[in-house]
DNA sequence: TAAAAATAGTTGACTCAGTCCAATAAATTG
DNA sequence: CAATTTATTGGACTGAGTCAACTATTTTTA
């Protein structure tokens, strides 16, 4: 009745990787033998798509970036000059290397070769619907970051919430949170009743939430709510695993603190737990100061609950270095006594 | 602030595509060139491969499913049979054709391909911590099945909730919704409230939640919670968009109709909403009677709620075809009058 | 600083994976 | 039974990619 959980560890993984080698040779291999209907080998392509990438190179660093032979490239790249594709020119900084560029005439070549490359691409998703193409691309996105091929820039887009994000919210969190520290279900409910609320009650003038996103995946968030007459609380701060180290937990809160100063709030509250320092951490740079702590059992756990307080009267983000990210970083002046 | 949602539509999946081709080529294609350290082509590889995946082929077959000049794999194959890897009975079914079918010697052979393409693979992925390889593996395993390379076997497992599914099935519920009916952040509000309450007051003997998986992916749920004395209530039945056709809905009301029969229960309550006209047939081939409807102002619409109820004395599942689906297909005999 | 070693590229010679065309032989069709 | 189609094979070819040797520089080292 009940099944076993799709337990995929890594023997598992390496059996996916090679269905899906596989199946790749066989669908896209087909596409590149008389490469896509041009006069071009699928490695000509190549060499074509790299020099059109880098504006100008040496043979070298394309026969390292394309693990060609050399004496294939430098014939090749013959052939390419002899028809005006390539100019050639000497590298004044070393003599035996050569400066490699395409020409206006092998920048028209490279461009078909993308307009086909689309093309046949397109065929290819064509039985995909629209769901099914974004998962796709985010899909191959992901393995192409995840193999290392992706740029390195984390790219961490901050915006309103949108239907489902709540439920995102609840489910990064619970996973999170039992995972780290053990806690239980009860810790979901409070989420799921705290966002419940949120929707329920939902202010746009006087509150807020803030999604973080990193390639469509939710790798962050926090929430400002009313707590009173003139007090505003912070919420639900959290920073996925994957995405820690570049910030994010003290961009979000930077956020929430603005927001909450331009709302009218003049005092900004939370709630947390000792046990979670990075996050103690973010809010001491802040600004926040510790007003109390309390021992309570809660998510099964014995935990020490501490409420947090920042005034908002003339408060200015500390001022730090992007990406400067060591617990020590933050500025001493702006950390309480 | 907050900045544009990733948007991705469709020439944007199509870059996706190609720059992870390009990567795949330049990274993965460099391992193929001598095959793997053995003295066989990729090529060979691939029907070595294929010949010990199928049992015994033709060779027309092979030509087929990899794009292969038939003249060139007859030469292989012979190259292969003067090795003794491969036997080539005479068909006799069909004079013409002959049935392929690898050696001892030949799986041996083939044994050793496999055991170093996972070798390298286990390399290529070495780098990737268990949280990245299994991310890795959904998200090729999604992309070759959404290519078309993957078994059809809806392989949908049911089981019960764990941390963070309250979460997910509260944002499927709600993208859902939206979408479809264009109801607003409300009905997420609820569902997350009914989440709330249900993992607060979880009474395992007698309420559970069943969670729908394909590949990994939430892909359905259902609720069945205490409803009063001897009352159960069904509640949050949802199958994805993804999902549907397979007769999941009708699996999922039928185990939580037979687990609130085996708790003791009498009588199993749900409510639901007319518009929900799949919901309402899988309902009714369950022997479910409409008992109430009432219109209300909920999510943003004018809806028409409907109570739902079954008498769980002496139920019996319906009988009906697994996969046989159609709105017609439950025996008449089983409908409420 | 001169000799040795490494780097960047070129050229010649070769091979073998993959292609094209035609032939054969059995099976199917009209 | 002639005509056509399907399954496979053989001959002939080509050109993508490899290997090794060589020149021209630059860098290292003794």
New binding site residues.
């Given amino acids: 009745m009940i099944a076993m959980p799709a337990g995929q560890d890594g023997a598992d993984t390496i059996e996916t990787v090679r269905a899906f080698n596989r199946f790749y040779t066989n669908r896209i291999g087909v596409l590149d ?2 490469y896509l209907d041009t006069p071009y ?4 392509a190549r060499v074509i798509y790299e020099l059109a990438a880098r504006g100008s190179t ?4 394309l ?1 390292e970036e394309l693990s ?8 090749m ?2 052939a390419f000059a002899g028809k005006g594709m390539v100019d ?1 020119a000497k ?1 004044p900084a ?5 400066l ?1 560029s395409l020409t206006e005439n092998g920048r028209a070549v490279a461009a078909d070769l993308a307009t086909r490359s689309r093309e046949s691409i397109s065929t290819l998703i064509a039985p995909l619907d629209e769901t099914e193409r974004l998962a796709l691309g985010a899909s191959l996105g992901k393995a192409t970051r995840l193999l290392g091929g992706g740029e390195s820039s984390p790219a961490i887009l901050l915006r309103d919430h949108r239907a489902g994000d709540m439920g995102r919210v609840i489910a990064s969190q619970a996973k999170s949170y039992v995972e780290t520290y053990g806690w239980n279900a009860e810790y979901e409910a409070l989420v799921a009743e705290i966002c419940a609320n949120f929707l329920r009650n939902f202010d746009p003038s006087r509150e807020r939430c803030w999604i973080a996103e990193q390639h469509g995946d939710l790798v962050g968030s926090i929430f400002l709510v009313k707590g009173g007459e003139s007090t505003a609380k912070l919420r639900l701060l959290h920073v996925d695993a994957a995405a820690r180290g570049h910030g994010l937990g003290t961009r979000l809160v930077t956020e929430c603190i603005r927001f909450a100063q331009e709302a009218g709030y003049g005092r900004l509250e939370l709630w947390t737990n000792d046990i979670l320092t990075a996050a103690r951490r973010i809010y001491q740079s802040a600004g926040f100061r510790l007003e109390k702590e309390e021992a309570h059992h809660s998510f099964g756990q014995d935990l020490v609950g501490q409420i947090w307080a920042l005034d908002l009267e003339g408060w200015q983000a500390p001022v730090r270095l992007p990406e400067a990210l060591s617990p020590a970083s933050g500025t001493p002046a702006t950390q309480p006594a």
Same sequence: chains 1, 2.
């Fill in positions: 033998r008389a080998t699928l490695t000509e040496s043979a070298s660093q026969t060609l032979d050399p004496a294939y490239l430098s014939r790249l013959k050639a590298d070393d003599g035996r290397g050569r490699l």
